[in-house]
């Protein structure tokens, strides 16, 4: 059973340039949750969605930051308009129901995306 | 506003000895507390979780203690071995959608 996929590993964007950040879930889990780890800070909750549905949008900056996870296909984390402050890791975790019931999450590799 | 901490100092022990690592909360009353590790370049991974009504949780050589007064839950590792190097963090629920909410994390590093 493959774990969480997330692609691409490494992302190098200029400033003002889109990114896209794809995640694909475990086999059989049907719920996502993004998280950025900024250098030298903890890992942030940014945004938790079920196929088709954004539940929990609380941790996303307002501007530039959008996420979605379609019937079909991995989940798309899409910061448009780059700046250096979004170089971080981006973590995406899946769990197979929601997690409030003492689910643990299960976490991809990450990407990491540099701003130049 | 709700608050998790761990030492940030790094915490440096020989091999064979007991890792402590300490994780305090406050203004949170959680279901139950999780703890994942991290090694450098990689997603953090699922290591024991305790609920509220637990006391003590144990797994292998790593054991989880849960204590709801003094708002705290610690993290030993017994006869800990060089490969137990990593950075554990420690998280909490938040809300009813389960989102986790992340100390910062404490480096181990077991020398040996």
């Known amino acids: 059973n493959a774990g969480v996929m997330q692609n691409p590993r490494h992302l190098v964007r200029r400033r003002g340039q889109e990114a896209r950040l794809r995640c694909s879930p475990m086999?059989?889990?049907?719920?996502v949750y993004w998280y950025r780890q900024l250098p030298e800070e903890g890992l942030k909750f940014m945004v938790y969605l079920q196929k088709e549905n954004i539940i929990d949008e609380s941790g996303m900056p307002k501007e530039r930051f959008s996420a979605e996870f379609p019937k079909e296909g991995p989940s798309i984390l899409r910061i448009q308009q780059v700046v250096r402050g979004d170089s971080a890791a981006y973590f995406c975790?899946?769990?197979?129901?929601?997690?409030?019931?003492?689910?643990?999450?299960?976490f991809g590799p990450g990407t990491r995306l540099t701003v130049t | 506003s709700q608050k998790i901490e761990q030492n940030s100092e790094a915490l440096n022990i020989q091999e064979g000895k007991t890792a402590t690592l300490t994780c305090n909360y406050t203004?949170?009353?959680?279901?139950?507390l999780q703890w994942y590790r991290q090694d450098p370049g990689r997603g953090p991974v699922f290591l024991l979780l305790?609920?509220?009504?637990?006391k003590e949780k144990r797994k292998e050589r790593l054991k989880v203690t849960f204590d709801t007064t003094l708002k705290q839950s610690l993290f030993h590792i017994t006869a800990s071995q060089p490969a137990d190097s990593a950075t554990y963090l420690c998280a909490l629920a938040s809300g009813n959608t389960g989102k986790l909410i992340f100390g910062q994390g404490t480096t181990l590093q077991v020398k040996p």
């Open positions: 305790i609920r509220e009504n637990e």
């Open positions: 975790a899946s769990s197979p129901g929601q997690a409030s019931g003492g689910i643990e999450q299960y």
């Open positions: 086999k059989g889990h049907s719920h």
């Open positions: 203004n949170y009353s959680p279901a139950y």
